[in-house]
């Protein structure tokens, strides 16, 4: 039977315990999160403890509070280790805690247990159990041995080491985590405070441990840190994983401008092993090379430029260096921040466009000199083409004129030879006219002095006179002219009708000169807005690569066509141009072999829907 005996000290104890259970619950709900599960172990290891405590006290059976004794000391145990745990999580150092690191952490709590349940044969860990009556109950106590104050240096060594993390961290985080912080070393404090003085003989209450009471105010810290500061809500780790995967280089200077803090991009900026080799030295030392920057920026809070500084590789590096301010909770200035942000390859990008823009900009003023050039050399060409041709053209006509006198008798009668030199005469002339006035109608039209001549005419006499003069050559290569008309076509018509019956001459011309059997065939149709003309043949064709080339100038099919068939390669290009200066357009279809088809297409104006004045304006300046 279990004889109890009443107590006021298990009030506390078992006050802490609840307060403890509490949290540990708390955290059981919020495992996965950093610092958890560590808590929940601590909590479980203060409430064995304390509830062992508090049965001890209130039991007044030696051989139960022997027991009880034991039982103690597995809460105990599990302290220094569940704490060294959480230390480490909460501040983002959770890599420490491997299966090795727990594997060695289990090691002393093992020890200690089987030093404490096989102590009756050794005392090795404490001396016999004494009981002694204060205040009207009874009490265990004992007197430690070797082996609790080994277990007293290592848990004191593991308090030490994780309190020398949080204060660290504590100096580095800002206002929020500090509160945490001051709490959670509160809360670690208070049990090893009264533990102290337990140990050191300093306790007012005689015989009794001081330290499972102080745990009611751990309790009571975390419970005040978790509703009030947002404990295990919000943490250091992100600030300092933030702050060590920032790519810009980081730098945190105090109120006198020493360097407290930097990233591991700062580290790399200043080619240094570890942060330790600049921390607590002035950036003057650590910046010998920037001595005009520091004393620029030596009184100024917060401010934005640009620097370079030497590469490994040789070389500058440049970057965007950014101050700011950092102030206290009261406003007072209390450090500053440096960001340097790299923006070397964004320069080297800035001056290659630059650059390219230089040249750029050379070589567009380059190319509008040679447009001029070439705008006033084909001004010039056109001139001398135009000048050239009228000359020509004036002593040709009288060679013609005296040639026809000749084949007339008016200078007397020809032998047969002669006349058939003046014939070969007339024809050559007659070629070489046709030329001249060929590149004399490129030039005009070239330098937009082509005038075009808009009047009344009868298309279907301008089409006749066409044909007519094409079929002497078509009769002498026994070639066929076929003529269409549309019926809805009207009479009269305006326009330049010797432009029109230059045109028509020329495609008439193109399809007899290339056509060697069948015919050549005339269509005159009409279509909305427009009349159109087809000339189709029957000769070689045009490979569908030359169709798209066939209207430039001095164009033909092939060399050997050149050659066989004659011509300069102007008459389709002037009539394009032509064609275009009177507002139409025209097109080729053709196949190798088979023949090509020119489809000539012009506004169609009827004299019947032409207004009488437009009629007594016969010249018309066309532009290219």
């Keep these: 039977m279990i004889a109890l005996q009443y107590t006021p000290y298990t009030i506390p104890l078992l006050l802490a315990a609840a307060m403890c259970a509490g949290v540990a619950y708390v955290m059981w709900r919020r495992r996965t999160g ?109 007197l430690g041995k070797t082996g609790f104050w080994l277990h007293a240096v290592y848990s004191y060594v593991i308090l030490l080491v994780s309190s020398v993390l949080l204060i660290r961290s504590l100096r ?154 950092l102030n206290s909770s009261r406003g007072l200035l209390t450090g500053r921040l440096l960001v340097l942000h790299e923006i070397t390859d964004l320069k080297r990008a800035a001056e290659q466009i630059n650059a390219q823009n230089e040249t750029l900009r050379k070589t567009n003023v380059e190319l509008a000199k040679a447009q001029e050039a070439a705008t006033e050399g084909s001004r010039l060409k056109s001139q001398f083409l135009a000048t050239m041709s009228h000359e020509l053209r004036t002593p040709l006509n009288a060679i013609m004129g005296y040639a026809q006198l000749q084949l007339a008798g008016i200078a007397g009668t020809l032998t047969d030879q002669q006349r058939q030199y003046q014939e070969r005469t007339l024809v050559n002339a007659g070629d070489l006219l046709r030329l001249i006035n060929e590149v004399l109608d490129l030039s005009k039209i070239e330098a937009g002095r082509m005038e075009l001549i808009n009047k009344p005419y009868n298309l279907r006499e301008c089409l006749d006179e066409a044909i007519s003069q094409s079929r002497v050559l078509a009769t002498t290569k026994n070639l066929t002219i076929g003529v269409e008309i549309d019926k809805d076509l009207p009479v009269l018509m305006v326009g330049d009708v010797a432009r029109i019956k230059q045109i028509v001459i020329n495609l008439l011309s193109n399809a007899i000169k290339f056509t060697e059997v069948g015919g050549v065939r005339v269509v005159l149709n009409r279509v909305p807005g427009n009349w159109q003309l087809a000339v189709s043949d029957t000769g070689i064709g045009i490979p569908p690569h030359m169709q798209e080339i066939i209207f430039d100038e001095f164009r033909q099919v092939d060399n050997s066509s050149q050659r066989q068939f004659g011509g300069t390669g102007l008459g389709l290009s002037i009539v394009r141009k032509l064609v275009l200066l009177m507002g139409g357009s025209i097109r080729v279809s053709s196949t190798p072999g088979v023949g090509s088809t020119f489809t000539l297409t012009l506004p169609l104006i009827s004299v019947e829907h032409t207004e009488e004045s437009s009629l007594r304006s016969e010249y018309v300046t066309a532009k290219p």
Aim: glycine share 8%; aromatic share 12%.
């Design 34 to 142: 950093p610092g958890a599960l560590p808590t929940v172990a601590l909590m479980l290891g203060v409430i064995i403890w304390v509830l062992s405590y508090a049965g001890s006290l209130s039991s007044s059976n030696p051989s139960v509070k022997s027991i009880l004794y034991n039982i103690e000391y597995i809460g105990i145990t599990i302290l220094p280790a569940a704490w060294f745990a959480f230390v480490a999580q909460y501040i983002g150092r959770e890599k420490w805690i491997t299966r090795r690191t727990l594997a060695l952490l289990t090691i002393e709590p093992l020890l200690v247990a089987l030093a404490i349940w096989t102590n009756d044969s050794n005392y090795f860990f404490h001396g016999p159990n004494v009981y002694v009556v204060t205040n009207g109950f009874l009490i265990m106590t004992n």
């Design 172 to 325: 580095r985080s800002p206002g929020l985590y500090r509160s945490q912080l001051a709490m959670l070393l509160l809360a670690t404090f208070a049990p090893w405070v009264a533990n102290g003085i337990y140990l050191g003989g300093l306790s007012p209450f005689p015989y009794l441990d001081l330290t499972p009471f102080a745990f009611t105010i751990t309790g009571l810290a975390l419970t005040w840190s978790m509703v009030r500061f947002r404990l295990f809500d919000i943490t250091p780790i992100a600030r300092d994983r933030v702050f060590e995967s920032i790519r810009d280089a980081v730098v945190v200077l105090d109120g006198r401008g020493n360097i407290v803090d930097i990233n591991p991009a700062g580290v790399t900026l200043l080619q240094i092993s570890s942060p330790s080799q600049v921390i607590g030295k002035l950036v003057s030392q650590v910046l010998p090379g920037q001595s005009e920057l520091i004393q620029k920026f030596r009184t100024v809070n917060e401010a934005r430029t640009e620097i370079s500084v030497p590469s490994q590789g040789g070389g500058l590096r440049t970057f965007e260096l950014k101050i700011s301010p």
